[in-house]
């Protein structure tokens, strides 16, 4: 008799985990697919830094190009006033469109 409660209660127990995985899998997909693009896109959206992550958001920017000196710095002066970097140490500016669309007297890119 015990033997056979005991089956009962492990049986009981595994279709609470399995019914829990389940709907964590699907119920909080879309919720958790946001949180992970929120956070995929933090300080790659305008606004979304704080000023003072600008320096190592511009480091990693500017980690590939010869030119670190004016790249770090045109970086931190386009991060201070759009609050955002974008992802990658070239081109994903849409996904910053301050950043982006900040233009030289010549029309040439500001930001790096």
């Given at each position: 008799m015990a033997k056979t409660l005991g089956i009962i209660f492990l049986c009981f127990l595994l279709l609470l985990v399995s019914l829990e995985i389940q709907a964590s899998g699907?119920?909080?997909?879309?919720?958790?697919g946001q949180k992970q693009g929120n956070h995929a896109m933090y300080?790659?959206?305008?606004?979304?830094?704080?000023?003072?992550?600008?320096?190592?958001?511009?480091?990693?920017?500017?980690?590939?190009?010869?030119?670190?000196?004016?790249c770090m710095f045109f970086c931190q002066k386009c991060c201070a006033k759009c609050l955002c970097v974008p992802p990658g140490t070239y081109g994903n500016k849409q996904s910053c469109p301050c950043y982006n669309n900040w233009k030289t007297k010549k029309g040439g890119p500001k930001c790096p």
């Open positions: 699907t119920g909080n997909s879309a919720s958790q300080g790659a959206t305008q606004g979304s830094l704080h000023p003072q992550e600008c320096a190592p958001r511009c480091t990693a920017r500017c980690s590939a190009t010869a030119y670190k000196k004016p």
